[in-house]
């Protein structure tokens, strides 16, 4: 009777989870209610590091819908300029909705496709863009696929530029909220147009025309997230049927980035699902990580020289580690020093003579130099000869 009420009780716990559309996350052994996630896959990462603070699936490859623009706007930027004019191909007109109903033959400024793009999402201004910068679809796919393994994605095959669910013999269009949480971090961190990118997504509202004029759009901004907490960055939403509700976002609160990555967050009509993940995590990250200057925890180092001039000596290196790191009182941080016992001369000041590894929860994070701190000749014939001549000249030894 006893086994039997048990089993009951877990049944009861399972339907609860599978209904209520939640997953509670256990890390270091300690449930912690920040995680009561809609997402089937969530990431949160801080940006100044790219460190993964919370992850739900995160390395786990879904459709991830229209938060494929982010990374097609990056490319943009980077690749033409946004005075570029775009022709509209026949293709790119018949792209289904969200669309800005741009004609073929009709032309516009890339900047101004740019805003429809991620303002509105329009499928057919994404398709006109791929175009214009990549020659086709195909070839714009392509470039977008290295950028992704550039970046440091190892989960990410992308076929559209407006993340329209697809397929093709090498698999679907879709990412991980770990690889979508890396984008977003170059587009806001690491890019050259980074800024060009965060003013086009902050931007609240935009009306432009075609090329000839005869045409005016205005384009409001659907990220409802950037009105949501205070020091909001930037973000994208994105829906289809295989994806559900997606959202990659960045907030920055007391000089820290924090990026939020979902993907399978609800179906209709669950479209707020995705704002109440976002602010969980940001919270999280907030209130539960601070930024500290971790320094290593090892003495001076000495490594012995032979063959110097002054016969053995002891090289002393610079081997404390210090960065800035955000962490929790949950993180367990270890230093391992690598360096060899004896050197051969010469050396030289500013050499790399080892290494140290920074290691947060058993998970490498950091490798920095250890580096020489003066110089020590090697003893040759020349030398020796330039020593005796000094001798000769000055009297010094």
């Not at 939640?22 to 997402?39: G, K, P, Q």
């Not at 969530?42 to 590091?49: F, G, K, Q, R, S």
């Not at 929860?361 to 920095?368: F, I, K, P, S």
Request: hydrophobic share 35%; glycine share 8%.
């Amino acid at each position: 009777m006893k086994y039997k009420k048990l089993f009951c009780h877990i049944c009861v716990v399972v339907m609860l989870i599978t209904l209520g559309g939640r997953y509670t996350y256990v890390y270091a052994d300690e449930e912690l209610s920040v995680t009561e996630l809609y997402a089937l896959s969530a990431v949160l990462m801080d940006a100044d590091t790219g460190r993964i603070l919370f992850e739900k699936n995160g390395y786990e490859r879904r459709a991830n819908a229209s938060t494929t623009k982010i990374l097609t706007c990056i490319l943009a930027l980077e690749c033409a300029d946004i005075t570029d004019r775009v022709s509209v191909s026949a293709y790119a007109s018949k792209m289904p909705d969200v669309q800005l109903d741009i004609n073929e033959g009709e032309e516009y400024y890339l900047g101004d496709l740019l805003h429809s793009l991620m303002l509105e999402s329009h499928n057919d201004s994404a398709v006109a863009i791929a175009e214009h910068v990549g020659g086709s679809v195909e070839g714009f796919a392509g470039m977008m696929n290295e950028k992704a393994k550039e970046i440091g994605c190892h989960n990410t095959y992308f076929i559209t530029p407006n993340g329209l669910d697809a397929k093709d013999e090498q698999g679907f269009h879709g990412t991980c909220a770990r690889d979508l949480a890396l984008i977003m971090r170059y587009c806001i961190m690491k890019s050259p147009q980074k800024e060009e990118f965060l003013d086009i997504t902050r931007t609240d509202s935009y009306t432009f025309s075609d090329v000839s004029g005869s045409r005016t759009f205005t384009c409001n901004n659907h990220n409802s997230f950037l009105n949501m907490m205070e020091g909001a960055l930037t973000g994208k939403t994105g829906f289809t049927c295989d994806a559900g509700y997606c959202y990659v976002g960045a907030l920055k609160r007391d000089g820290r980035t924090y990026i939020v990555a979902l993907l399978g967050c609800g179906w209709p009509n669950n479209k707020t699902y995705k704002w109440s993940d976002t602010k969980k995590l940001m919270k999280y990250g907030i209130d539960n990580y601070v930024t500290e200057l971790l320094n290593g925890d090892k003495d001076e180092i000495q490594i012995n020289v032979i063959g110097g001039t002054k016969g053995n000596s002891l090289l002393k290196c610079s081997s404390e580690y210090s960065s800035n790191m955000i962490w929790s009182d949950k993180d367990v941080v270890r230093y391992e020093y690598i360096y060899p016992d004896t050197l051969t001369a010469p050396v030289y000041k500013g050499s790399v003579v080892g290494q140290v590894k920074v290691y947060v929860n058993g998970e490498l994070y950091d490798v920095e130099n250890i580096y020489a701190d003066s110089d020590i000749e090697e003893e040759t014939f020349q030398y020796d000869i330039r020593r005796v001549v000094d001798i000769f000249l000055h009297g010094a030894y």
